[in-house]
């Protein structure tokens, strides 16, 4: 497989880790976000900043959990997140997710991050960032309420 090119920026990092890259996204979690980011979302290094990419997960996360709780609910934890590659300016960004266990009042999703370079590269697609996010059910008080889990769809 060749090395994709990246272009030089402020930056510039050396090529993608070969073992990040793959040549078909997942197809047994569900698209929950695409998302391009923008110059204003960069850090001082002109990478994406890390903080922007949390809360576009915290975001993507949030979309099973949106669909099986119908109702009010919260994040309560980021258990894990792991930053594998840099983000770029005008990457296209695909989020993955998946529900990895449902409680009695709250549900741990996983998001998977893909980025294309499509403004320097036409290969692949390079994983920029795992994380795994639990959410839960509250009531109209902030509390927590039981999750119906036959109306759970993933
Ligand atoms: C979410 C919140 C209502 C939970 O209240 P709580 O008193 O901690 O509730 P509980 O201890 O009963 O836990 C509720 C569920 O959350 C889970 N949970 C609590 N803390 C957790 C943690 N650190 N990691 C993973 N799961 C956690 C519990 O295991 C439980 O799940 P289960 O019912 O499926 O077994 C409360 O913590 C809260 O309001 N947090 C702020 C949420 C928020 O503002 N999020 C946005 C951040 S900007």
Redesign the pocket.
Known sequence: MNSPEISPSPGQDAKPNASYIVTQLPTDQELVLKVIPMPADCNANGDIFGGWVMAQVDLAGSVLPARAVRGRF????V?QFVFKQPVKVGDLLSFFSKVTR???????VRVEVYAERIRTSSEGFLKVTEASL?Y?A?DEF???RP?QKLEHKS
């Open positions: 919260a994040t309560v934890a258990n449902i409680g009695h009042t709250s549900m741990t639990t839960v509250i902030g509390k927590p999750i």
